[in-house]
């Protein structure tokens, strides 16, 4: 089983490392006030990749930790520990 999983991580990395090559293209980013950068297609999707996946990690945030909350008040109550199990 660790071989396969092993054997998949590496195919999925070849495949990434062909989309990048394939996507080395320039292209320019163009910001507000005539501010432009010149970046590689390649950097700008894993760029916007990296914020949407930070951006719902901190919308998940809230409830993730409203639950912790909730199992701390829970356990402490008297005769929870029959409830949680």
């Given at each position: 089983m660790r071989y396969l999983v092993w054997l998949l991580r590496i195919a999925l990395f070849v495949v990434l490392l062909g989309f990048a090559v394939k996507n080395s293209d320039v292209v320019t980013v163009r910001f507000f006030f005539d501010a432009a950068w010149p970046l590689p297609l390649v950097a700008v999707m894993l760029l916007f990749f990296a914020a949407g996946a930070v951006a719902g990690l901190?919308?998940?945030?809230?409830?993730?930790?409203?639950?912790?909350?909730?199992?701390?008040?829970?356990?402490?109550?008297?005769?929870?520990?029959?409830?949680?199990?």
């Open positions: 901190s919308a998940a945030l809230g409830t993730f930790l409203r639950q912790r909350r909730e199992l701390v008040r829970l356990k402490r109550q008297p005769g929870s520990a029959e409830r949680l199990e």
